[in-house]
Every structure is written in C-alpha cells, then in structure tokens.
C-alpha cells in the first residue's frame, strides 16, 4: 500500500510538471497574463535598424513571436525566436513603426508586452512637452524662469517662482522638486553634475535634496570653474569668488557702490577670470595665487556700459561687448601688449551676449538692434548678419559648430511677474541661413551633446530634437 501511494504521487508530480512545462497558458486561469513579456525596450542600432530586448514573464520555456506595425496598419509577425531579443534590419525613415512581442508555448500565445514606437524626427521635432504644471506646495501655476540641462544630458532642472524641479530628458517624468526661498532666475548645472544652482538656491543633484546655500539673494552671471573647485556670480554691486578646494577661501572683489558686474568668464587653462561691468571696465583677475586670490592684472575701458565677456578658446584674446554696441577685442596673452585693443566691431544697438565659435575663427553676437552678426576674429570683417523680429538675448553655439540655437525676446527677464515670452531659432554657423523655428520660450538651453533644446515658457516645459534621428517612445 505505501508503494502504491508513492508511485501515485511520482506520477502525479510527474504530470504536473509536464503540464506546467508545455502548457503554461490555462484557458481557464482568471491571469492570462500571468506570463506574458515583460519591460519590451528598444535601441538604435543603425539608420535602418533597431534592437528589442525583453523580459520573460514566466519561469518556463517559450518561445516568442515578435509583431511589428507599419504605420497605421495591422500587426504583423516579423519572427518566431527563442532568445529574449531581436534586430529588425528593415526600417525606414518614411514610415514609422510600432512593436509587441507575444509568448508562444505549444499552441497557446499571450497576450501582447508593452509596445515600442518608432518615429524618424526632423530636425525641430518636439519630442515632450509638459503643460499646466501645478506646484507641489500649492493650488496655482508654477511660472517657469529658467532651464538648465544636465552635462551628461540625462537631467533638465527648472527655476520657478518658489521651487526648483528635475526632470528626466529621455522621458519627461518628474524626479524631484524643493521649494525655493526666491525666484529661480537662472540654472546652471555644475560640470560633474553633482550640484545645482537655481537663482540662489544649492541643489545637490546626487542627493535630490536642497543645501545650505551661500549664495547672496538676487545672484546673476553665475558660472563653475570646469574643474568643478568653485564659482563666481555677482549679487547686487559685489562680485563673488568661491573655491572648494577644502580651503573653502573667499575671494571678494568690489567697485564703488553705483556700479554693477554684468558677466564673467574664465580663462580656459590659466587661473584667471575676466569680468565686466556698467562702470564700463573690463578687469582680469588672478583667482588662484599662493597668498591671496583675487590680483588684479590689468584693465581696459569701454566707451559704454560692459554687457558680455567672452575669452578665444586659446585664451589669448577677450572679447567684451558694450551698451552702445562697440565689440572690443583686447589681447590677453602675458607681455608687454596685454590689455591691447586688437579689433572693433560694432552694432546698432546694446550688445546682449557674444561667444567666440568653438574653432575661435568667429566671434558671435547677439544685440539689442534685432541682429545676430558673426565677425571673423582675424580681421573683424562681418560674415553675415541675421535680422531678427525681437532683440538678440542669449543663444548656444554646437560643438561641432553646425549651429546657433538663440532665444529672441523683446524684454530681458528681471522679476517672475514681468516674464515677456519670445522664441527661438536655429541656425547654421557656416552662413546664418535659418535651419528651423522652435516654440515659444522665456528661457532655453542647448544640451552639451547638441542633441536637444529644452524650452520653458509660462507653465510650459518643452524638448526638441537638434539632429534628425529615431524617437523611441512606449
């Protein structure tokens, strides 16, 4: 008897298992899903390919039959396969795809995964916009100041009127929010993306939490050193140096009460900065020295008001734009011509922002005359001259130089209530001819990459494709 009862139970267990193994999929089971793939995800593996990977649902054996749709037509099956993968070699940019994947055991087939969608985007396609965003500290609209993308282009951080918020870039999904003590004017990400600085609030990005900040209220023309051991910025008439070199020393440097700073910029292989401001100046500083930092080296004098400085590359020249819209370019290099006036440009209007090009042939500037203008920087002869319908604010230069994102706007931003929405365009550098026009915009940033522009305007937070590409979304 206790024979039989063992053998009974070994078939038994037997047959369980053998139903478990080739049939997973019960008609009558109430979770037909129970086994279905999971967490589909698809990459780019070339202009005419993608790559699909998958998770199992279940812990038996199964096959899996992959289905694509083209367009708006019916899913088809591309392949049966074993392995949780798959590379479809046949796509192209006229059409657009959409992908499932279904398990397969015996004659029985799951329901479908998760999809994938696949979309061939020009050059200005908005890949996400957020709009109507409500604040997490109270029932009213979130005013968005500012924006700032992370280096390494995974994060965009918005300034507000009361907060500061994180975004993932890929998809546009919230990832953290703090309240603010002021309005958030600017952002700017620290060179190892571990910090923050929105208006004067310290974020730590690592953390996802606010600091103690020692930022003065009211902080403008805030920038890292690229080696991530400090910042300038001015805040009312001083301008302010801090280093975290463990020292954690102040440089403090100061002009007489009536004047502003207006812009910094540092020397991109010597410790020195230049600054610029309405006492209509420009001064170069030692930031790092063995006794003190901040020793002055030389000063040179505009005609007007100081608005933008800017050092070559190389850093052997600077470039400083005035309120009258005179562009100096004074040599930089050690010696006895340091402080020299080498070039002068000139608008019609204030000078708002002028860059160097990465290749240091081209001085770029953006002015208050409805002009975006680029100089050749060996003779100061003009390339081209783009007219634009509102004044020049701010605008990114690529990295490989292809083109100019610049944000257009009749009223330079100074309080949240006063915020006067533009917009902005891209342009190629070579010759300024116009690429394409992207939304409305109070602020923008170009990402390090130069894949995306992220845009934000009144409740709007917005992300454009720079380069044409596949867009991948669920």
Same mark, same amino acid.
């Given at each position: 008897?206790?024979?039989?009862?063992?053998?009974?139970?070994?078939?038994?267990?037997?047959?369980?298992?053998?139903?478990?193994?080739?049939?997973?999929?019960?008609?009558?089971?109430?979770?037909?899903?129970?086994?279905?793939?999971?967490?589909?995800?698809?990459?780019?593996?070339?202009?005419?390919?993608?790559?699909?990977?998958?998770?199992?649902?279940?812990?038996?054996?199964?096959?899996?039959?992959?289905?694509?749709?083209?367009?708006?037509?019916?899913?088809?099956?591309?392949?049966?396969?074993?392995?949780?993968?798959?590379?479809?070699?046949?796509?192209?940019?006229?059409?657009?795809?959409?992908?499932?994947?279904?398990?397969?055991?015996?004659?029985?087939?799951?329901?479908?995964?998760?999809?994938?969608?696949?979309?061939?985007?020009?050059?200005?396609?908005?890949?996400?916009?957020?709009?109507?965003?409500?604040? !997490?500290?109270?029932?009213?609209?979130?005013?968005?100041?500012?924006? @700032?993308?992370?280096?390494? %282009?995974? $994060? =965009?951080? &918005? *300034?507000?009127?009361?907060?500061?918020?994180?975004?993932?870039?890929?998809?546009?999904?919230?990832?953290?929010?703090?309240?603010?003590?002021?309005?958030?004017?600017?952002?700017?990400?620290?060179?190892?993306?571990?910090?923050?600085?929105?208006?004067?609030?310290?974020?730590?990005?690592?953390?996802?939490?606010?600091?103690?900040?020692?930022?003065?209220?009211?902080?403008?023309?805030?920038?890292?050193?690229?080696?991530?051991?400090?910042?300038?910025?001015?805040?009312?008439?001083?301008?302010?140096?801090?280093?975290?070199?463990?020292?954690?020393?102040?440089?403090?440097?100061?002009?007489?009460?009536?004047?502003?700073?207006?812009?910094?910029?540092?020397?991109?292989?010597?410790?020195?900065?230049?600054?610029? !401001?309405?006492?209509?100046?420009?001064?170069?500083?030692?930031?790092? @020295?063995?006794?003190?930092? %901040?020793? $002055? =080296?030389? &000063? *040179?004098?505009?005609?007007?008001?100081?608005?933008?400085?800017?050092?070559?590359?190389?850093?052997?020249?600077?470039?400083?734009?005035?309120?009258?819209?005179?562009?100096?370019?004074?040599?930089?290099?050690?010696?006895?011509?340091?402080?020299?006036?080498?070039?002068?440009?000139?608008?019609?209007?204030?000078?708002?922002?002028?860059?160097?090009?990465?290749?240091?042939?081209?001085?770029?500037?953006?002015?208050?005359?409805?002009?975006?203008?680029?100089?050749?920087?060996?003779?100061?002869?003009?390339?081209?001259?783009?007219?634009?319908?509102?004044?020049?604010?701010?605008?990114?230069?690529?990295?490989?130089?292809?083109?100019?994102?610049?944000?257009?706007?009749?009223?330079?931003?100074?309080?949240?209530?006063?915020?006067?929405?533009?917009?902005?365009?891209?342009?190629?550098?070579?010759?300024?001819?116009?690429?394409?026009?992207?939304? &409305?915009?109070?602020?923008?940033?170009?990402?390090?990459?130069?894949?995306?522009?992220?845009?934000?305007?009144?409740?709007?937070?917005?992300?454009?494709?720079?380069?044409?590409?596949?867009?991948?979304?669920?």
């Amino acid at each position: 008897m206790k024979v039989k009862s063992t053998l009974l139970i070994i078939v038994i267990l037997i047959t369980g298992c053998s139903r478990e193994f080739t049939n997973p999929y019960d008609p009558g089971n109430d979770s037909p899903d129970a086994w279905l793939p999971r967490n589909l995800s698809a990459t780019i593996a070339s202009e005419n390919s993608v790559n699909l990977v998958w998770q199992n649902g279940c812990n038996f054996p199964v096959e899996y039959k992959v289905e694509r749709r083209v367009n708006y037509g019916s899913f088809v099956e591309l392949a049966t396969v074993t392995s949780a993968e798959y590379t479809d070699p046949t796509i192209e940019r006229d059409n657009f795809y959409t992908y499932r994947i279904r398990a397969l055991a015996e004659n029985n087939v799951s329901i479908a995964s998760n999809t994938q969608k696949l979309k061939w985007a020009e050059p200005g396609y908005q890949i996400w916009s957020l709009d109507s965003m409500v604040t !997490s500290f109270h029932d009213t609209l979130s005013e968005m100041l500012s924006v @700032g993308i992370s280096h390494d %282009g995974s $994060l =965009i951080a &918005t *300034g507000e009127e009361m907060q500061t918020r994180l975004w993932n870039v890929e998809a546009g999904e919230l990832i953290w929010s703090g309240r603010n003590s002021s309005p958030g004017y600017f952002i700017r990400f620290r060179p190892d993306d571990a910090m923050l600085q929105a208006g004067n609030a310290t974020i730590d990005v690592q953390n996802l939490s606010s600091t103690a900040s020692d930022v003065e209220a009211g902080a403008y023309c805030f920038k890292y050193l690229s080696d991530n051991s400090g910042y300038a910025y001015a805040a009312s008439k001083y301008f302010y140096m801090k280093f975290f070199d463990g020292s954690a020393e102040w440089g403090k440097f100061e002009e007489p009460y009536y004047y502003h700073f207006t812009s910094v910029d540092f020397h991109p292989t010597e410790n020195r900065l230049v600054n610029g !401001s309405t006492s209509k100046l420009v001064r170069v500083y030692k930031i790092r @020295g063995e006794n003190w930092y %901040g020793d $002055l =080296i030389w &000063t *040179g004098t505009h005609p007007d008001a100081v608005t933008t400085v800017a050092y070559s590359p190389d850093g052997s020249k600077i470039a400083a734009g005035s309120e009258d819209g005179t562009i100096h370019v004074w040599n930089a290099s050690p010696g006895s011509s340091i402080g020299e006036i080498l070039l002068t440009m000139r608008h019609t209007g204030s000078v708002n922002h002028l860059v160097y090009s990465p290749d240091g042939n081209l001085i770029i500037s953006g002015s208050e005359d409805y002009t975006l203008r680029a100089w050749n920087t060996a003779t100061g002869a003009l390339n081209w001259t783009i007219n634009t319908s509102k004044p020049v604010r701010k605008f990114f230069i690529s990295s490989d130089a292809e083109f100019i994102v610049a944000l257009q706007q009749d009223k330079k931003l100074t309080s949240w209530s006063d915020v006067e929405d533009g917009y902005f365009s891209v342009y190629a550098l070579s010759d300024g001819s116009e690429m394409w026009t992207g939304g &409305t915009a109070n602020d923008i940033d170009l990402c390090s990459n130069d894949e995306v522009v992220a845009a934000v305007t009144g409740n709007t937070l917005a992300v454009y494709s720079t380069k044409a590409k596949w867009i991948i979304t669920d």
